[in-house]
């Protein structure tokens, strides 16, 4: 199924306070609440959700998914949408389903793919299905990075970030489920440090995990404070994650 544009979702498949197994949008799909709350459809990780602490994507793989200098493919021509690679790397099937291929190192340089599936591979080739065909041929020069969905398992934030910040969860959402996780508007979430309405907040590095900080050089900024933050307890924020 080729990759095409599309408007916001109309109707959800489910309230922001419930979680399924069963899939009812596609990872990333954005809604709003009548006053203004922005969710974005998500998977949970390993561990269940904590009301109001911040969540990441999976911890990046640099080792099989974005190694220094990128993974080696075979030759590939334009239209191709099976992708071989020829660096050595270890996958499970169907782990980048949903996620993204792009070229870093040209022929090809600058194009990102959606990817359909993977084959499962232990220190041998893998072969990636893509969801759009290749508008640049790929040769033995070129260089791929491969990254799972930002909201395909998400994560606390462990203190120091591995991902990107995904959003905040507003219930206990199971292991494996699917769930709306908040990213923009008004929010409940734990607050270290002390905070003033007005201010701009971020996800805390270096400190207690899932928690939001008044923001400092390098933060990764999550919104501003809507009223008085006092650490070890959940604060007003406006997200503004995105």
Known sequence: MVTTLSGFAVTSA??????????????????????????????????????????QGPALDATNQTPSGGIAVAVAAIGATEIVTTTTVTLAANLLAGGY?????TPGAGNIYLIKGNTA??????????????VVALTASSRVILIRHPLDGIIIEPGTPTAKIAGVANAIFSVGA?????????????????????????????????????AIAATNIGGEHMATGITTENAFVFLTIG
């Open 14 to 55: 489910q309230n922001i306070l419930a979680n399924t197994t069963l899939q009812g949008h596609v990872l990333g799909t954005y809604m709003e609440t009548a006053d203004g709350r922005g969710y974005r459809y998500a998977k949970v990780g390993a561990v269940a959700t904590v009301a109001g602490r911040v969540y």
């Open 101 to 105: 291929l792009g070229v870093a190192v």
């Open 178 to 214: 699917f769930a709306w996780i908040q990213v923009r508007g008004a929010c409940s979430v734990l607050f270290t440090g002390t905070g003033a309405a007005g201010k701009v907040v971020g996800s805390l590095s270096g400190g207690t995990s899932g928690s939001m900080a008044p």
């Open 121 to 134: 591979a232990s220190a041998a080739a893998v072969t990636i299905n893509l969801e759009d065909p290749l």
